[in-house]
């Protein structure tokens, strides 16, 4: 007991002394997810909102190709990365594995789905009586498919910050493909398997506290944009 | 009359006609903003959307509303909003589904009033869905009967309210047909 006691004390003293160590791994671990959802909000929401707004017949299959894929266990993500981009396989030219940029490819291959997915729901609750006003007021389709957008902006937030909290605290995608290589690739999930298994619990304990704070104002915005957008 | 499917022939057709649903969908921005809607899809400048959303709230009584946001607005005033919206940049035609349905008598009022104004002073040719026998005789200047999607027959109000042809709008005009 007194050795967690001492964990937490000392992990404090590393969060708040600027650890350059624990910074670093902070530091990537946010430039990872948030490039990966950066790229999948550009590829989710459009696809999302297009799917939306088709007829529900005709997207069926695909529907459930991208629920399926939403619930993807991050370690079977991470598999088919690696398959993809390792030596042997289709993409190994490019000698990405083991560098931030394939653990972005993996995220960005398990946070597309959910943006996707859960664009789709929140844009389909009212997307089409919204095309019909837009275009009924005299917009083109380019407009009328902004409109819905800004329109269900509530729902697509929502989808954004709910892709974000899944990769930011993944573990098993990122260990794959990036190997937890120290100062290269070591983010806060890998690092934290990595010292609680060397029983080095201090950073552990450190980079779990932080993760819960990122958890915290992350889903604190979550939080107020599904209160925001009930309330109107 | 069918409209072409080439698109921008359909939309050019499209945006002589401005249409008001009877379940109003106003966008989550200010009144303003929504009343504007319709004029920058047409490209209007800045200065020309600020004078004619400005001059026309002003018309319509909707001034003081300007800066509201329109999901907050009461059932009424969301109405009027959508009508003020639709006809901002002048359609030729409106077509108005049930406008007043669900309305208490007040804003029914206050509606009628506005569509015979922008009738009157705008020159917009209205076409109006009503299962109101009173409001259709208050408001209209043609009457069309229709029973069962067929048309039973048509002709200037006064005729239709007090010599029709046809017996079945006699007694739906004189509340005593059961439909």
Known sequence: MSRTFEGIIEAFRLILAFDADLLQIVFLSLQVSVTAILLSTLLGVPLGTLLALKPEKKTR????????FMGMPPVVG???????????????????????TAMIIAQIFLATPIITGLTMVGVRAKGEKIEETAR???????????????????GIFGAIITGFSRVVAEVGAV???GGNIAGHTRVMTTAIVLETRKGNFELAIGLGII????????????YNIQKGGRSY | MALPNNGLERLRIQRKMALVFQKTLLFKDSVWNNVAY??????????EVNKLVDKLLEQVGLKDLAARRADTLSGGEAQRVAIARAVAFNPELLL???PTANLDPVNIELIEEMIRQLNREKSITVVMVTHNVFQARRIADQVIFIDQGEIVEMGP???????PDNENTRLYVEGKAIF
């Open chain 1, 61 to 68: 299959l695909i529907n459930k190709v991208i629920f399926t």
């Open chain 1, 78 to 100: 991470g598999l088919i990365i690696y398959l993809l981009l390792s030596r042997m396989g289709p993409l190994g030219v490019l000698g990405l594995l083991y560098s931030p």
């Open chain 1, 136 to 154: 009924s007021l005299g917009a083109g389709s380019a407009l009328a498919a902004w409109t819905v957008v800004k329109e269900s902006r509530f």
């Open chain 1, 175 to 177: 260990m794959i493909v």
């Open chain 1, 211 to 222: 993760l819960l704070i990122i958890s915290f104002v992350v889903n604190s915005m979550l």
């Open chain 2, 38 to 47: 319709g004029l920058r899809a047409r490209g209007y400048s800045r200065g």
């Open chain 2, 96 to 98: 108005l589904d049930e």
């Open chain 2, 157 to 163: 109000t006064e005729k239709i309210f007090t010599d």
